[in-house]
């Protein structure tokens, strides 16, 4: 089945340690996002990638980065993770910009310790 | 104001009940509109995906679109235990600074109980 796959579901990390998410997919889909999901609330979009064109959210700290090496995966950094950057991440991916379908990955849900 | 409102609820029904969630929003250039389920920690899925103004049914599933009034609902028919989840509204426009992506609703909390 064609999907979105996050690895790992879990991950803890050490205040200031850095730590990389990763996300693949099999859709073959041009467009993959990035989203921060804090409890109770609706996902925040952190960036996305048009294939190779990276567009960053105005209001995303530069603590994240990403890096989305060939068309099915694609990798978020967390440079020095902070108590406040615990939350679910989440991927998304999309066939292009103009629909706006998109389908998620299933998090990985990030501890700070 | 946010652009899209949508009331976070708890909503709790019965098994069986028929469920309205809805979404209100402010930009008219909104021209897909999409409804997602979570489940708790887990990753929203695509439930329903409509263009423009109309209705379209999947199976217990109605989603409703009113672009003159920027409303949109989703029904659910037949509620089960299974529905329980946290539904989230989410549109995209096709060009604007909102081109391309998804602005989520809040989302509202549902519990169907047996």
């Known amino acids: 089945d064609a999907m979105v796959i996050q690895n790992p579901r879990y991950q803890v990390t050490q205040f200031g340690k850095p730590v990389t998410l990763s996300c693949s997919q099999t859709?073959?889909?041009?467009?993959m996002y990035w989203y921060q999901q804090k409890s109770s609330q609706a996902p925040k979009l952190l960036f996305h990638y048009y294939d190779k064109d990276f567009n960053n959210e105005a209001d995303t700290p530069d603590n994240f980065q990403s890096r989305r090496p060939n068309t099915s995966f694609c990798f978020l950094d967390i440079r020095s993770p902070g108590l406040g950057d615990a939350a679910m991440y989440l991927c998304?991916?999309?066939?292009?910009?103009?629909?706006?379908?998109?389908?998620f990955g299933p998090g990985t849900r990030l501890t700070v310790t | 104001q946010k652009e899209v409102e949508q009331d976070p609820g708890p909503l709790s029904v019965p098994e069986g009940a028929i469920v309205s969630l809805n979404c209100t929003y402010s930009?008219?250039?909104?021209?897909?509109f999409m409804w997602y389920r979570q489940y708790s920690r887990k990753g929203p899925e695509l439930l329903m995906y409509t263009y423009s103004s109309g209705n379209k049914e999947d199976g217990r599933f109605t989603a409703q679109v009113d672009k003159s009034s920027k409303y949109i609902s989703l029904f659910i028919r037949d509620s089960q235990p299974s529905d329980s989840a946290t539904y989230l509204c989410?549109?995209?426009?096709?060009?604007?600074?909102?081109?391309?992506?998804?602005?989520f609703g809040q989302g509202t909390i549902l519990t169907v109980h047996p």
């Open positions: 998304a991916t999309s066939r292009d910009r103009v629909t706006g379908e998109q389908y």
């Open positions: 859709l073959n889909h041009n467009v």
């Open positions: 989410a549109m995209s426009a096709t060009g604007g600074t909102s081109y391309g992506k998804l602005t």
């Open positions: 930009n008219s250039a909104f021209q897909y």
